[in-house]
Structures are given as C-alpha cells and as structure tokens.
C-alpha cells in the first residue's frame, strides 16, 4: 500500500509545476485523494481534495483558481496541477487517499489531515522571485 508524489521542482513566480501521485496496493477508484502542504516552520494546511470518480471538488482559499486538482482511475494517478505560482505556495507537498465509507458524501468534508487513511512522501516545491 502506497502513495508516491512526485514532480516538485524549483520555478519562478509565475511558473507552472505539475505534481503526481502514484497508488499501489489498494483501490485506488474507492479513495478521496487530497493535497497538502507544509511550508518550512509551518504546520501542514489542506490544499485541494477530489472525489472518488472527479466529479467533485474542493480547494484552500489561497489557491482557488490556480491550482487543479484531477485523477486517472485507470492509470491510478492523481494530479496537481499548478498554476500562476507564487512565493507563499513554497512548501513540501504531499498526497493523501482516504477510503470511502459512505455512498453519500461531501466533498468539503476531506479539508482535514485527519480523515485521510494513508499518506506519500513529499515532494518539494520551490517558488522564487
């Protein structure tokens, strides 16, 4: 059972990165998969969650309209895409699956580290001016 992110990097303010997220040895289709991230000297904030099938989204106020979050079921990949970057998105970046337990859930329900079941290592991402 594993999540391994990669695809951090170093870019300019304004760049654009492209973060994956590779599951292994579990369902991958019956899990929400989040990003967070930890800046140096901070503690670990939500990012941007997905449903199990796409159709649902929810993102941290500082990166609405910059960031999306997706997945390929088929490949069982989660990505993140992104955009516009800025200095304040510094931080190592991490994916997070957590299973599904019910038919009918909400999506802005998976904002916090605690509902998630199973975590990858980081991947840094650094953004200078």
């Known amino acids: 059972v594993q999540l391994q992110a990669s695809g951090g990097g170093a870019v300019q303010t304004g760049g654009s990165l492209r973060l994956s997220c590779v599951a292994s040895g579990f369902i991958f289709s019956s899990y929400i998969v989040g990003w967070f991230r930890q800046a140096p000297g901070k503690e670990r904030e939500f990012v941007a969650a997905l449903n199990t099938n796409g159709g649902a989204t929810t993102y941290a106020t500082p990166v609405k309209g910059r960031f999306t979050i997706s997945r390929d079921n088929a490949r069982n990949t989660a990505y993140l895409q992104m955009n516009s970057l800025k200095a304040e998105d510094t931080a190592d970046y991490y994916c997070?699956?957590?299973?599904?337990?019910?038919?009918?859930?909400?999506?802005?329900?998976?904002?916090?580290?605690?509902?998630?079941?199973?975590w990858g290592q980081g991947t840094q991402v650094t953004v200078s001016n």
């Open positions: 997070a699956a957590a299973a599904r337990r019910s038919v009918f859930y909400n999506i802005d329900d998976y904002t916090e580290s605690g509902r998630y079941d199973m």
